[in-house]
């Protein structure tokens, strides 16, 4: 069993920046892809971005790209998702989530959206 837990959310204006953490813990964070989800009022929850578990692949949704930036701390059992230039659409609750895929970094394409554990979340609100 993984568990997961999120920080580092909050409420931010437009243009300003924030960095999501998640925390895994329960077992050895070695082997598992990591991602980050959000989900905004009224709408499915959508992927945001994904990185294999020695961190060479990332994978972002184009809403994100080149604005946030997706990377783990093997050493520390954490991932991180530091959001730039915010826009007000970008406010929803943000999920971490992880999935095993062993110790092969294109195993990450299999499965690309199907996670196993997943965190409580944390809210992020980007102020107009």
């Known amino acids: 069993q993984v568990q997961l837990v999120e920080s580092g959310g909050g409420l931010v204006q437009a243009g300003g920046s924030l960095r999501l953490s998640c925390a895994a813990s329960g077992r050895t964070f070695s082997g598992y892809a990591m991602g980050w989800f959000r989900q905004a009022t009224g709408k499915e929850r959508e992927f945001v971005a994904g990185?294999?578990?020695?961190?060479?692949?990332?994978d972002y949704v184009d809403s994100v790209k080149g604005r946030f930036t997706i990377s783990r701390d093997n050493a520390k059992n954490t991932v991180y998702l530091q959001m730039n230039s915010l826009k007000p659409e970008d406010t929803a609750v943000y999920y971490c989530a992880s999935r095993y895929t062993g110790r092969n970094d294109y195993n990450y394409w299999a499965g690309r959206n199907d996670y196993n554990y997943w965190g409580q979340g944390t809210q992020v609100t980007v102020s107009s």
């Open positions: 990185i294999s578990w020695s961190g060479i692949i990332t």
